[in-house]
């Protein structure tokens, strides 16, 4: 079964807005990843943030994770076509190398 | 290209039927990892390696299912008498010991069951 959920499961936003989604799990964590995946392909990994770390950039992405709320955002700045994917959370315990994944959202970026 | 890869991409059988695939990791990644995922979801976890030692299997890994990583470099996942309920992408993913954790996907191999 999933370890959260990600929220909303589908958004679609026009070229150049701001994009966010959120993810919820369930138990402690030692790190949360974010990863893109486009239709019918692997996964990319975007960024990992640690359950020690609050905040972290990396070009027009940006995540932030409240461990008291067992929560963690992603915003995508300046949205583009090519951002249209399905983003997924994942998170992998302490002492555990599996991951955890979320349903996903699913970004449409309309031009 | 230097990244995880998996063959075939693409495998289509017959209900009963063995299938094997074989994942080749990030050359100087220890750690491997199989996934599956369906339609609309999220990756599930199956399977994991550290160099040749199968070290942690999901409840999802029925029988029909095993996974072999002999030398500690590539792996491969067979399953044997494959069902329709068994079409899925089949992900593999690679990771260093001292990378927190950070997996690397190959592109999947997408089996569909007749």
């Known amino acids: 079964s999933q370890q959260g959920e990600e929220d909303p499961q589908a958004l679609s936003i026009q070229e150049g807005e701001n994009a966010t989604m959120n993810c919820s799990y369930k138990?402690?964590?030692?790190?949360l990843q974010w990863y893109r995946q486009n239709s019918g392909r692997g996964l990319v990994h975007l960024i990992l943030?640690?359950?020690?770390?609050r905040e972290k950039h990396s070009g027009r992405l940006r995540v932030t994770l409240d461990t008291s709320k067992k929560s963690s955002s992603l915003l995508i700045t300046a949205s583009r076509a090519a951002d249209t994917a399905s983003y997924f959370c994942a998170t992998d315990a302490a002492g555990a190398q599996k991951l955890v994944f979320g349903q996903g959202t699913r970004l449409t970026i309309n031009p | 290209d230097t990244g995880v890869s998996q063959n075939p991409r693409h495998k289509i059988t017959k209900r009963g039927q063995n299938v094997t695939f074989r994942c080749d990791p990030i050359s100087e990644h220890n750690r491997l990892y199989w996934y599956r995922q369906t339609l609309g979801q999220g990756p599930e976890f199956l399977t994991y390696?550290?160099?040749?030692?199968?070290?942690?299997k999901s409840r999802l890994l029925s029988d029909r299912f095993s996974a072999e990583r002999p030398k500690g470099s590539f792996s491969t996942l067979e399953i044997q008498r494959t069902e329709q309920g068994d079409s899925a992408m089949y992900l593999c993913a690679s990771s260093s010991w001292t990378s927190k954790n950070e997996q690397f996907f190959g592109p999947g191999t997408r089996l569909t069951v007749l």
């Open positions: 138990t402690s964590i030692n790190n």
């Open positions: 943030i640690r359950s020690n770390e």
């Open positions: 390696f550290q160099n040749e030692a199968q070290l942690e």
